[in-house]
């Protein structure tokens, strides 16, 4: 069994920063991609970021580029999203994921694992 754990969300202003954390356990974490989804009130998960099992690939959804950084550090099992110059449409409850294999892309399905999430809320 694997288990995802989030930390690092909170309230912040527009244009502000925040670092989200996920931490994961019960597999070897530098064999699989990891990704970041968001679910904002009352919509669908959608995808934002995701990394190759090494670090040296990334993805970003378009509504992110530019602004959000997803990196890894195998040795300590962690992923992470730096989001600067964040908006209020940001707001959401955001989510990592453990992929099936060293790559997966955009979509919720090519993930196996899921965290619990953690709220970030962006105030105008």
């Known amino acids: 069994q694997v288990q995802l754990v989030e930390s690092g969300g909170g309230l912040v202003q527009a244009g502000g920063s925040l670092r989200l954390s996920c931490t994961a356990s019960?597999?070897?974490?530098?064999?699989?991609?990891m990704g970041w989804f968001r679910q904002a009130p009352g919509k669908e998960s959608k995808f934002v970021a995701t990394?190759?099992?090494?670090?040296?690939?990334?993805y970003y959804a378009d509504s992110v580029k530019g602004r959000f950084t997803i990196s890894r550090d195998n040795a300590k099992n962690t992923v992470y999203l730096q989001m600067n110059s964040l908006k209020p449409e940001d707001t959401a409850v955001y989510y990592c994921?453990?992929?099936?294999?060293?790559?997966?892309?955009?979509?919720?399905?090519?993930?196996?694992?899921w965290g619990q999430g953690t709220q970030v809320t962006v105030s105008s």
């Open positions: 994921a453990a992929g099936y294999s060293g790559w997966s892309r955009a979509q919720l399905s090519e993930y196996a694992y």
């Open positions: 990394i190759n099992w090494s670090g040296g690939t990334s």
């Open positions: 019960g597999r070897t974490f530098s064999n699989y991609a």
